[in-house]
């Protein structure tokens, strides 16, 4: 009997949390990240791909914090593993899931990418204040 309502409620808890990190990343396609981040990441081209994810998460690691965007940040990592797992299960049953669980990669990738971007205007625009405060 409890199985069943434990197992519904997991369930509820999991769509939520995939609807969550799907309104972020909707969120974050509205910014484009700058060339001058792309670059700093070490990339080329002016889109990130999935396998861009970890290098961007890692630079944002680097930059101080901005706002309270931390905990986004490791709701949105913890998503794209997610993502990555349930693309190598479906790789050969389901490709059509596969795929786009790539694509839902490359969102997360983007987001990281905005997230970089966000976190090194915060950090230039702390600088320049603490510039001007000792002049």
């Given at each position: 009997m409890i199985a069943p309502l434990l197992g519904a409620a997991a369930l509820a808890a999991a769509i939520q949390f995939a609807y969550y990190c799907r309104s972020a990343l909707v969120?974050?396609?509205?910014?484009e990240p700058s060339l001058q981040v792309l670059r700093s990441a070490g990339l080329n081209k002016r889109?990130?791909?999935?396998?861009?994810?970890?290098r961007f998460l890692e630079l944002v690691s680097l930059c101080p914090e901005h706002g309270k965007d931390a905990m986004r940040i490791r709701q949105i990592a913890i998503y794209?593993?997610?993502?990555?797992?349930?693309?190598?299960?479906?790789?050969?049953?389901v490709p059509a899931v596969s795929s786009w669980a790539?694509?839902?990669q490359a969102s997360c990738a983007h987001f990281a990418a905005v997230a970089l971007e966000r976190r090194i205007s915060s950090s230039r625009e702390l600088f320049l204040q603490h510039g001007t405060n000792r002049l």
């Open positions: 969120a974050a396609r509205k910014t889109s990130p791909d999935s396998a861009d994810f970890p794209y593993r997610l993502l990555g797992v349930l693309e190598t299960l479906c790789r050969e049953l790539k694509r839902e």
